[in-house]
């Protein structure tokens, strides 16, 4: 077992700060007249805190500082923490993502680099842990369990156990991250189980089990996994909170599974919950916010306001053994943000180990480290000669029923239908009358020629075609569209950027968002991401789409581990049966 410690790699307990807690010596930072939120009673106190350095020395009656501000009863409460989320889904890269993240409260994140790790490997890994580095953010890592996600689909890269082991001796590695392949697990496939055995070993492992229960899930739970975010029913998620694991609930840019969840969380299963986000857009994390977002909400939907803020703080310190994140208390790390109405908590200020980091809505540029931040590593797509004809579907004569995937567009999960198809000329097309629009996922990282192709409801475009290369998990390029023509031109438009996500319709191309650092992430300033995707999602909704971001879920077409019928660069895949399906229904 290693001996490397699993706190953050900050500053050691000194006399110093034992001193201030005595009372002996002047404290750094009061922050006075505070209505304190205590993660541990569920009380409110009323009182001050004495920061010294990084750390709060006490919590009480303390007077004696260099520095006091008078918080004039306003609400002091522990830094929000992420439970799960991948950063690439952002379009940042971490040092960027601060910049949005900080003036909404978020003072950790446990971070999975698991779509750049399909795309590039441990080289990407590293980049992401690098440029994290040293950021106003306590950043933790789960390493990537499942690259790629299963067989089903082919992704840029291969992880091993082997591959993961080196990286687990860096502290801010607190867990083998989301393990996908639940079939893997379950039937305990050799190479799946030495993950489990590494992250187990060296630290936690965290699951990914969407709708998984019964005898099969006990077999999940008994190889050691410990939480899920993919609960999209209060009974299922109460099933796997009474057997041990810890439930994270989900409310991000597609997925948005707070309102069905909230009907588990009791007094006697509070501690079983953490919020995450998984998959925030740019656009919405600046606008709609982080895990502010998500605790305001859960509020608004009847949950107690100190246990919306202890399911956003303490708990996720508590499951990912961090013994100085997550309260308000003496020895604690002094991530700390300031709101002023229980009900509807808005940050007004973010400390970020006892230095203020953003204020009112902006972030602190002097709290950035000055070092230069990595260079970010190139991806180039290695995409197969194209032409109109790559997306064409033969049909087979006497046809009359294919399968087709079933789109919510705030679920992860789909619905396998089966429905008539249009044919001319010999050949499956879309149907945008009846909201029947073709899908092909081409692979990028190869140049292996594999392209699939098949059919999806749901989104509503009327014309046109849009693209992405954020295809989760394997990220090849997926494009959705009403005619072959534009689906042509999108794919083109991608190739020709190093890829991203784009709009077209009528042969021009409407929006183009360039995502040059590994076909995920943009290499502008938060506020230029934001005005691109801006401009995406209005030529997206000039096709006629109806929803307000249509990439988010097109991201999510190609995962082959989420049910219930999607697309990969193999074909259609059945996602309860494990296997590539065709087409056409005999």
Known sequence: MSSTPTSLPNGPITP????????????????????????????IETGNVAIHHDRIAGVGDYTSARETIDLKGSFLAPGFIDAHMHVESTSLPPSQFVRLALPHGTTGVVLDPHEIANVLGIPGIRYIMDDAADLPINAMFALSSCVPSSHLETSGAHLEAADLAPL??????????????????????????????LGLVRRLVDGHSPGLRGKPLQAYLASGISSDHECTTAAEALEKLSRGMR??????????????????????????????????????LADEGHIDHIVRKAIKLGLDPIAAITIATLNPAMHYRQRDLGA???GYFADLIVFDDLSEPHPRATYFHGKLAAKDGAFIESAMPRAPRPAPPRSQLHLPPLSESSFAIPATPGTTQIRVIGMDPHQLLTASLVMTPRVVDGRFVADPSRDILKLCVIERHRASGNIGRGFITGFGLKSGAIASTVGHDSHNLAVLGTNDADMLVAARALESCGGGQCAVKDGKVLALFPLPIAGLMSDKPATIVIQQQHALMEAAHALGCPHHDPFMPLSFMPLPVIPSLKLSDLGLVDVNQFKVVPLEVS
């Open 168 to 197: 687990f001796d860096d502290p801010r590695v607190v867990a083998l991250a989301e393990l996908m392949n639940f079939p893997g697990v379950v039937h305990a496939d050799p190479n799946v189980l030495a993950k489990i055995n």
């Open 16 to 43: 110093e700060l034992l001193a201030v807690a005595r009372g002996d010596a002047p404290a750094d930072l009061i922050l006075a007249n505070a209505k304190i939120i205590n993660v541990f009673t569920g009380q």
């Open 247 to 284: 439930i994270y609930i989900r409310e991000g840019s597609a997925a948005r599974n707070l309102e069905a969840l909230l009907p588990a969380i009791t007094p006697g299963t509070i501690g079983r919950f953490c919020f995450c986000t998984d998959d925030r857009h740019p656009g919405d």
């Open 328 to 330: 308000i208390a003496p």
